[in-house]
T-cell receptor
Framework: QKEVEQNSGPLSVPEGAIASLNCTYS??????FFWYRQYSGKSPELIMS????GDKEDGRFTAQLNKASQYVSLLIRDSQPSDSATYLC?????????????FGRGTQLTVWP | DGGITQSPKYLFRKEGQNVTLSCEQN?????MYWYRQDPGQGLRLIYY???????QKGDIAEGYSVSREKKESFPLTVTSAQKNPTAFYLC?????????????FGQGTRLTVV
């Protein structure tokens, strides 16, 4: 059973703080990992991809992957009200038919001024 | 500009009607996907396809049909057999093999039964 789990939140942080979003997945042998941001009523937008253990930084975003512990996280530094959205974790499990992605239910983040 | 275009943005369906949602991409992606999203829910996979004239059922295919006659196009038909079609429908595409594995989404179609 391939599963991707996220804390649905809501997660609320003040402006300027670090927001930490976590995701766990069921299959140790997984290939690639993605974070999407979805504003209310809009489609998901890819913000980070990570393929190997460790950290990957892009601006205020840092993705962290630990395959041994089967978790991937997203840190948002200096959080802004415009970061308020639902964040979806997606995993491409090794051997998945046609490379399909499995999504978590998303974590709702609110950044208050 | 390369991207994925879904149309229409909003669609209203009467009971017993079939409706077709359009999805076109010019990213030269092989794989295309249809997801359904209900309020407060994650994305659930309806159908997916990697090559022309081939597609596979996802987790909730009942009441839906698709075709893949061209690489660029992957339309979804919501049939009258789908008992609860009101939802946000998302089309996505991604590269395969050695190509980048990121999936990108269209802007979505919001379907409402009236």
């Amino acid at each position: 059973q391939k599963e991707v789990e996220q804390n649905s939140g809501p997660l609320s942080v003040p402006e300027g703080a670090i927001a930490s979003l976590n995701c766990t997945y069921s299959d140790r042998v997984s290939q690639s990992f993605f974070w999407y941001r979805q504003y209310s009523g809009k489609s998901p937008e890819l913000i980070m991809s990570i393929y190997s253990n460790g950290d990957k930084e892009d601006g205020r975003f840092t993705a962290q992957l630990n395959k041994a512990s089967q978790y991937v996280s997203l840190l948002i530094r200096d959080s802004q009200p415009s970061d308020s959205a639902t964040y979806l974790c997606a995993v491409n499990f090794r051997g998945s038919t046609l490379g399909r992605l499995y999504f978590g239910r998303g974590t709702q983040l609110t950044v208050w001024p | 500009d390369g991207g994925i275009t879904q149309s229409p943005k909003y669609l209203f369906r009467k009971e017993g009607q079939n409706v077709t949602l359009s999805c076109e991409q010019n990213l030269n992606h092989d794989a295309m996907y249809w997801y359904r999203q209900d309020p407060g829910q994650g994305l659930r996979l309806i159908y997916y396809s990697q090559i022309v004239n081939d597609f596979q059922k996802g987790d909730i295919a009942e009441g839906y049909s698709v075709s893949r006659e061209k690489k660029e196009s992957f339309p979804l038909t919501v049939t009258s057999a789908q008992k609860n079609p009101t939802a946000f429908y998302l089309c996505a595409s991604k590269g395969t093999g050695s190509k980048p594995l990121e999936a990108f989404f269209g802007q979505g179609t919001r379907l409402t039964v009236v």
